[in-house]
């Protein structure tokens, strides 16, 4: 089985930042795209950011100029550093991984459990 822990959650105020991290672990043999989604109370789960295991990156609407995501491919950990948060961003991250668990086995995702985010004063 492969697990996906994420961490770095909390409470900040508006303007402030946070850094999430999440780590894959488990039965893997090479894990593709690492990515972060979020989900606020009655809304849709939304693409955050996105990292291919080469280090190309794709970011919603929302992150673009604020976030930044990377990835150690050694660790098989994927980092989202958030600056210039808003209330807008409250809501809970999660992980999302693409792995590979054997040579001969095919592609299946992964979700972590979730972290929650809150940005107030």
């Known amino acids: 089985q492969v697990q996906l822990v994420e961490s770095g959650g909390g409470l900040v105020q508006p303007g402030g930042s946070l850094r999430l991290s999440c780590a894959a672990s488990g039965s893997i043999f090479i894990v593709y795209d690492m990515g972060w989604y979020r989900q606020a109370p009655g809304d849709q789960r939304e693409l955050v950011a996105l990292?291919?295991?080469?280090?190309?990156?794709n970011y919603g609407d929302s992150a673009k100029g604020r976030f930044t995501i990377s990835r150690d491919n050694a660790k098989n950990t994927v980092y989202l550093q958030m600056n210039s948060l808003n209330s807008e961003d409250t809501a809970v991250y999660f992980c999302?991984?693409?792995?590979?668990?054997?040579?001969?086995?095919?592609?299946?995702?992964?979700w972590g459990q979730g972290t929650q985010v809150t940005v107030s004063s």
């Open positions: 990292i291919t295991s080469g280090g190309s990156t």
């Open positions: 999302n991984a693409k792995v590979r668990r054997r040579v001969n086995s095919g592609t299946n995702d992964y």
